[in-house]
C-alpha cells in the first residue's frame, strides 16, 4: 500500500468524525443560513492568511534531506497567495464587513488549529505540517462545491460570493492528485508517522472550527432565515 492510501485509511475515522459536524450535514441537507456562512468565511480568513507563512516557514527549516521539496513548496506557495483577499470579497458580496474581519480576530477554535500548526512545524516534525495540508485539501475538495452549491441555491447569493469555496474546491481536485504523488515518495517511517498523527490532529481541530460555527434557525433549510 502506498503512504498516502495508509494516511487516508489510518486517518479515516477521525475524518467521518469532522464531516458529521451538524453544520456540515446541515448544509449538504440545504440547511443554511447567511449568517452560518458569514461565520465559516470568518473563521476561514483568519486560517487562511496563516497558510502561506507556514509554508515559508516550512520551507526555511527543511533538512537537507527534504530539500526535493523545496520546488513543490514554492508551487504551494505561488497558489496560495491572495486567498484571504478572496475571502475577504466573498465576504463583502455577502453584505459582511470584510474590514470588521480583518482587523478581527478568530474563534478560539480556529486559533488553537493555527496555533497547532506553527507549533508542528516549529517544535515538531516540520513535515507533520502535511497532515494539515491533506485535511483542508482533501475535506475541501469533497464538500466545497457541494457547500457552495447549496447556499447558493438557499440563499440567493450572487456568484461574486463563492470565489473561495468554488476555486478552493476546484483547486483542491488537482492539488489530491499532486499531493498523493508528492506523499508516496515520503519513505521514512518516522515522517510518515508525524504526518499521519498530525492529519489526525488537524481533523480533530478543524471539526472543532466547524462545530463552533452557529447553527442556521429552525426554518434555514427552505431559504427562510438570512
Not at 15 to 36: D, F, H, K
Not at 115 to 125: E, L, P, Q
Not at 178 to 196: E, G, S
Amino acid at each position: 500500500m502506498s503512504f498516502f492510501d495508509t494516511l487516508v485509511e489510518q486517518t479515516a475515522a477521525a475524518r467521518t468524525e469532522l464531516v458529521a459536524a451538524p453544520i456540515i450535514q446541515g448544509c449538504l441537507r440545504g440547511q443554511v443560513s447567511l449568517a452560518s456562512y458569514l461565520a465559516f468565511l470568518r473563521e476561514a480568513f483568519h486560517h487562511v492568511r496563516h497558510t502561506v507563512p507556514l509554508f515559508e516557514r516550512l520551507r526555511a527549516v527543511l533538512p537537507a534531506r527534504h530539500a526535493w521539496l523545496r520546488p513543490a513548496l514554492d508551487e504551494y506557495i505561488d497558489e496560495e497567495i491572495g486567498h484571504d483577499e478572496w475571502i475577504l470579497g466573498d465576504i463583502a458580496a455577502c453584505g459582511g464587513d470584510a474590514d470588521a474581519v480583518r482587523a478581527g480576530t478568530p474563534g478560539i477554535a480556529t486559533e488553537v488549529m493555527v496555533a497547532y500548526a506553527y507549533d508542528v512545524v516549529t517544535r515538531c516534525n516540520p513535515l507533520g505540517f502535511f497532515g494539515m495540508v491533506h485535511v483542508l485539501e482533501g475535506t475541501s475538495a469533497a464538500l466545497a462545491l457541494q457547500a457552495a452549491d447549496q447556499i447558493r441555491s438557499r440563499l440567493g447569493l450572487p456568484d461574486a460570493a463563492f470565489r473561495y469555496l468554488n476555486s478552493h474546491g476546484s483547486l483542491d481536485q488537482q492539488h489530491t492528485a499532486n499531493f498523493a504523488r508528492l506523499m508516496n515518495r515520503i519513505q521514512d517511517p518516522q515522517d510518515q508517522a508525524a504526518i499521519v498523527h498530525a492529519a489526525t490532529v488537524f481533523y480533530r481541530l478543524y471539526g472543532d472550527v466547524f462545530r463552533s460555527l452557529p447553527l442556521p434557525p429552525a426554518g434555514a433549510s427552505q431559504g427562510a432565515a438570512r
